[in-house]
């Protein structure tokens, strides 16, 4: 059976290699493999997802980080942020940890399925859900973080229009009470629920 990067030990031949990232006048250098999603640069989805999301405080989750490009450039943009970063496989959570190293960003990583060895709430949940997946996982994932979300906490995710963006923003608004397009560029789609805010309206 092939790998997919939601596979937690991948078993495909290492083939590492360097990719920089420039965004937000930030340049990083990380390291990836094969086996892990995106191993040859950094996908436009994530790109815009690391541009869109402003300032952030308090306890954050990269779930399902990768090789941690979103992670890294959270951290170091919100040191007043404690970063959380999770993700299935282990390959991806081995090069997390280093790029995090090796770009001076600290960040705790949690090998986790889903949010299963995730413990307590969180301020902020970010994600590039895995749409391979299906989507009766990545909505199980959505309505989780809708649970561990603390009040006037966020989820913020990134995902095609071609792949259900308008079915997820649909799903979101169904499960938050609200959900908003806060970005769109190269058929991605930047969408952002907030736990409570019906309620304060």
């Known amino acids: 059976m092939a790998d997919h990067y939601y596979t937690p030990l991948p078993e495909s031949e290492h083939n590492t290699r360097l990719v920089q ?31 869109s999301m402003g300032a952030l405080s308090g306890r ?11 992670g890294a450039f959270l951290a170091l943009a919100n040191p007043q942020a404690q970063l959380v970063m999770s993700d299935v496989n282990e390959r991806a959570l081995d090069l997390a940890r280093r790029n995090l190293k090796n770009n001076g ?25 895995p749409i391979r997946a299906g989507k009766a996982l990545i909505y199980s994932l959505f309505d989780t973080a809708h649970e561990r979300l603390r009040p006037s906490a966020a989820l913020t995710i990134v995902i095609r229009k071609q792949q259900g963006a308008p079915s997820a923003l649909k799903h979101l608004e169904e499960t938050f009470g609200n959900a908003e397009v806060i970005a769109k560029g190269g058929g991605y789609w930047i969408i952002r629920s907030v736990k409570g805010k019906e309620e304060e309206a």
Not at 60 to 70: A, H
Request: glycine share 12%; aromatic share 8%; with cysteine.
């Open 60 to 70: 954050v989750l990269d779930l399902g980080c990768g090789w941690g490009p979103v």
């Open 105 to 129: 960003a600290t960040a705790e990583v949690v090998e986790s399925d889903g949010f299963e060895s995730l413990e307590g709430t969180f301020d902020h949940v970010v994600t590039n859900p």
């Open 21 to 51: 990232v420039n965004i937000l006048g930030r340049s990083l250098t990380f390291e990836t493999d094969a086996g892990v999603f995106s191993k040859n640069e950094l996908d436009p989805g994530s790109k815009l997802l690391i541009e």
